[in-house]
């Protein structure tokens, strides 16, 4: 067994791309990339396979290397590491000198001649490649190597600031300085790479991804995939499409197995990613090994239901093994979590005071009721409570609801285009405004900031079997629902996801999830 069958995490598995094979396989002519339909980056299923010509074996084309922007990209990530590393040892030389009552500018920005060694232990730590393996780019897995990095290197900081001044009269640093930079550095380096990123994706074309695999959980990649501005789904490659999803908003079908290479030139593609293909599994590896180095490769594991990317992967004698992670909900954890949605939510409240008053004024000016309305819910326990929101419907919404349909799957009512809505309340659901208020709901206990989202009692009470435990934990502000896709997931994946939280919680994916909600809310993903 080589290395290349590797898994690493969820939500795709990546496998790290083994050295390239003898094997020569036919190479047709390079096209452009596919440009992103509009409205969708998916477009209309087609029945006709992407062939590629055949060339003789002594035309074929070698395999291609690593291009020039994987290279670029590292530069990037080492260039951003050290801009946040450089500000963490100025901001740490200037604090200590303001306690020492000593004030020296020159000698403070004189200490950035060392950010190349916090930049050398980040690199031991893998922080650089590791990041180029994943599918969708976030910092937030790296933060606890960076965490391990700084500390790390503000002892390597010490001993060769001591050894370069003491020889070659080189900047001194302290170790509060030293302690200083490792806490900003922590701060100012995810920081610094996101701006990278935001910066890089704005300036550069998608990345192409192609979809091993045309059933149920292609699809659902695909429809994951299709809300990351950054990546383009170019198709799906299966020896035997399923009908039974060829449907318009799904991916268009390119080819078989056999034609994988070909289609990954001529789409020049950046990512495959497997989704239970119905291919040969010794044939489909045989394939996958065969692509170019560049090419990187992601695998949904089968029982992905019951895995959550708390799940590790131990080496059982050269045979992956992923373990499903237990909850690791105890009276410490419980604590700490009470105490970050107090703390939240009080500094949330007078942080966002000026947004409520602004908010306020504009629902009642807009429209004739009260500014916030207030639902009984379903809360921890099954036991009710009274939620609040700023009011987005006008005042008769309930005796309007019987004239329309629900346009989501389940129990749960959701209308994309509700009349009932207001021009202001349209406003605060697109960016979740609206949810503010239940602040009120956090510091009461009722709520947590992060959770599975609170349903009305009809709607809760068709919730049972193993899906019921989404009530052992209070519901939250934000959740995987909110990450995930919000209200244009199905319902069914709704209760998975709220049973994956609760089955398999943790601080830190608390802190993930509320990592991600901003950006989500600004794409306006599902919100309605």
């Not at 003898?22 to 998916?42: E, H, W, Y």
């Amino acid at each position: 067994m080589t290395s290349r069958r590797w898994i690493e995490a969820l939500p795709g598995v990546d496998l790290v791309p083994t050295a390239a094979s003898t094997t020569t396989t036919p190479v047709p002519k390079k096209a452009n990339k596919l440009p992103r339909p509009g409205g969708t980056s998916q477009v209309k299923l087609v029945r006709k396979a992407a062939k590629s010509p055949q060339q003789p074996e002594s035309s074929r084309s070698p395999k291609s290397t690593p291009p020039t922007t994987r290279t670029s990209a590292v530069s990037l990530l080492m260039a951003a590491d050290s801009a946040g590393v450089a500000l963490a040892l100025v901001v740490g030389q200037i604090v200590d000198q303001h306690l020492r009552s000593v004030h020296n500018l020159t000698g403070a920005f004189a200490s950035i001649c060392y950010a190349p060694l916090f930049v050398l232990v980040l690199g031991v730590y893998g922080l650089y490649h590791r990041a180029q393996r994943r599918l969708v780019s976030s910092s937030f897995p790296d933060i606890g190597r960076i965490v391990h990095g700084m500390a790390a290197g503000s002892l390597v900081l010490l001993f060769a600031s001591g050894g370069l001044h003491r020889w070659l009269h080189g900047p001194s640093v302290d170790r509060t300085t030293a302690a200083l930079a490792a806490v900003v550095g922590v701060i100012t380096i995810p920081i610094f790479r996101r701006a990278v990123s935001v910066i890089v994706n704005a300036s550069s074309s998608d990345s192409n991804v192609l979809i091993l695999g045309s059933g149920q959980v292609a699809e659902m990649v695909s429809s994951r995939l299709a809300h990351i501005d950054e990546l383009h789904v170019v198709g799906c490659v299966d020896d035997s499409p399923d009908d039974r999803y060829n449907r318009s908003d799904a991916s268009p079908w390119l080819g078989p197995l056999s034609n994988l290479a070909a289609i990954v030139e001529r789409f020049d593609v950046d990512h495959v990613v497997v989704a239970f293909s119905a291919s040969n599994e010794a044939g489909m590896a045989a394939h996958l090994r065969d692509l170019p180095d560049r090419v990187r490769i992601s695998v949904v594991p089968r029982m992905f239901d019951l895995l959550t990317i708390r799940s590790n992967v131990d080496d059982l004698r050269g045979l992956p093994v992923i373990d499903v992670a237990p909850a690791a909900l105890g009276f410490v954890d419980r604590f700490v979590k009470r105490a970050i949605d107090l703390i939240g939510a009080g500094v949330g409240l007078i942080v966002l005071s000026p947004v409520l008053i602004a908010i306020a004024v504009a629902i009642k000016v807009s429209s004739p009721g009260p500014i916030l309305f207030s639902q009984t819910r379903a809360g921890r326990g099954g036991k009710p409570f009274r939620i609040h929101k700023f009011r987005t419907m006008y005042v008769d919404a309930e005796h309007r609801k019987a004239g329309l349909a629900s346009e989501v799957d389940g129990p749960l009512f959701k209308v994309r285009e509700d009349p009932r809505v207001t021009s202001v309340g349209r406003l605060l659901r697109k960016s979740s405004l609206d949810e503010i208020p239940q602040l009120l709901n956090v510091i009461a206990g009722q709520m947590s900031l992060v959770g599975p989202r609170p349903f009305v009692l009809n709607e809760s009470g068709q919730i049972e079997g193993w899906a019921a435990r989404r009530f052992d934990v209070r519901p939250g502000m934000t959740g995987l629902w909110q990450t995930s896709g919000r209200n244009d997931l199905p319902f069914e994946e709704l209760r998975r996801l709220d049973y994956l939280y609760v089955a398999s919680w943790s601080l830190w994916w608390d802190l993930s999830i509320l990592w991600h909600t901003p950006s989500r809310v600004l794409r306006h993903d599902g919100a309605y």
